[in-house]
């Protein structure tokens, strides 16, 4: 049986950077749960709902990438679905140290799970979900920095249409 590898995070909004991470991450592992963690420390602009079906429509054709929201834990979360590896993506030097911290507190709940760091392809290096709210908010563009669904149902949220239900494109 192959490797079953999670790849945590906020994820609000998926980007194009976080797609090109997991399908990487699908190509080694035989299987990648992308894990919506649903309480980040954050000023959320979309629910744990709304984040986790952005994602499945984001990665739909990767046919072993699959999305679950988590709470809790990741250790916990990575030992119930019995995953061996976290994968997260590195962009700068900035994220290294974030990123190792992370790491040695995961490793020392958890020694038998693996931390594996994928290094941001070149086009999305200098992108954050955070980033792209800010440019969207503001009238700016998000050219193929995140999905295009993504780009609408942020600049719906910003319109102040947000709080409608979720539309049915973005669950169908
Ligand atoms: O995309 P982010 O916001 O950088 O992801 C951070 C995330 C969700 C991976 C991290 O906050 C996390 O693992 N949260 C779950 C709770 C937990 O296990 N905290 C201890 C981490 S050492």
């Not at 709304?50 to 994602?55: G, N, T, Y």
């Not at 507190?105 to 070149?122: D, G, H, Q």
């Not at 709210?133 to 563009?141: S, T």
């Amino acid at each position: 049986m192959g490797i079953t590898a999670i790849y945590p995070g906020s994820f609000d909004p998926i980007t194009m950077g976080h797609v090109d991470i997991a399908r990487r991450a699908g190509a080694i592992f035989e299987h990648v749960i992308i894990a919506v963690y649903d309480t980040p420390a954050k000023n959320l602009v979309f629910s744990t709902d709304e984040r986790v079906m952005m994602a499945r429509r984001a990665i739909a054709d990767s046919p072993n990438v699959r999305v679950e929201p988590f709470s809790g834990l990741l250790v916990d979360f990575a030992r119930q679905v019995q995953a061996k590896v976290v994968v997260r993506g590195l962009r700068a030097v900035s994220d290294f140290e974030v990123e190792t911290q992370m790491a040695l507190m995961n490793r020392s709940m958890a020694p038998e799970i693996e931390v594996v760091c994928l290094i941001t392809s070149l086009p999305y290096s200098f992108l954050s979900a955070s980033l792209i709210k800010e440019v969207i908010k503001l009238g700016g563009p998000s050219d193929g920095l995140v999905p295009d669904f993504v780009a609408t149902a942020l600049r719906q949220k910003f319109a102040g249409t947000g709080d409608a239900p979720v539309p049915r494109w973005l669950t169908s």
